[in-house]
């Protein structure tokens, strides 16, 4: 079944800098990627998401690209604020499986004022 | 629309006791799950259906654990009877399209401890 790594499991930035998080697939066959931001004690929520036919997506601060013959995504957040500290999950799905969503094990984001 | 409805937040009860977590899906999601998070074991999927017939369980843990779906604005997951390592926070969460081509909506969770 797929299996989804993702890294860095703990990101501490200054306040303006970069925050990238990357993960890597297994099933070639996944074909969704959506990224999920959890703050504590709150439910995962969609942040953004790139599907298998595209290889990049912006929306304002935050980007995604997708290499599909390395199987390796990633989020890229730019001039990060100290509301962007929280859990991001990167996740990915297909007809593998069922359709099933599995998730990476993620990264916990320190954005330092 | 009020999203992805849970209850209770919270639930505390003794080993041995029966648990069950409800949830209401967004009106109009074909798909609701059940999943389950932990800090060993991250957010693992229990089980899924699919216009109320239970499509996979493969994630279900044991028959301490069963989930049904009676209508499409309803689902429970019961455990009986409950055990201290099935503390975790309980999501559900709903979907429009198969996971595999929309994005999953997730209620506020129920966070049970079982002492």
């Known amino acids: 079944g797929e299996n989804v790594e993702q890294h860095p499991s703990t990101l501490s930035v200054q306040e303006g800098d970069s925050a990238v998080i990357k993960c890597t697939y297994s099933?070639?066959?996944?074909?969704?990627f959506p990224w999920y931001k959890q703050e504590l004690g709150k439910r995962p929520q969609l942040i953004i998401d790139?599907?298998?036919?595209?290889g990049e997506k912006k929306d304002q601060r935050i980007a995604v690209t997708l290499n599909k013959t390395a199987k390796h995504f990633s989020l890229h957040i730019t001039e990060t604020q100290p509301e962007d500290s929280a859990v991001y999950f990167c996740a990915a799905s297909g007809a593998t499986g069922g359709f099933k969503t599995i998730f990476g094990a993620g990264t916990r984001l320190f954005v330092k004022a | 629309d009020a999203g992805v409805i849970q209850s209770p937040r919270h639930e505390v009860t003794e080993m041995g006791q029966e648990v069950t977590l409800r949830c209401k899906p967004i009106s109009g999601h074909d798909y609701l799950f059940w999943y389950r998070q932990t800090m060993m074991r991250g957010l693992e999927l229990l089980i899924y259906?699919?216009?109320?017939?239970?499509?996979?369980d493969s994630g279900m843990p044991e028959d301490r654990f069963s989930a049904k779906m009676p209508n499409a604005s309803f689902s429970t997951l019961k455990i009986q009877p409950s055990e201290p390592r099935d503390s975790a926070v309980y999501f559900c969460?709903?979907?429009?399209?198969?996971?595999?081509?929309?994005?999953?909506?997730f209620g506020n969770g129920t966070r049970l401890t079982v002492t």
């Open positions: 790139i599907r298998s036919n595209v």
């Open positions: 099933d070639s066959a996944s074909n969704y």
């Open positions: 969460a709903s979907s429009l399209l198969p996971q595999g081509n929309s994005p999953l909506h």
């Open positions: 259906f699919n216009n109320n017939v239970p499509i996979d």
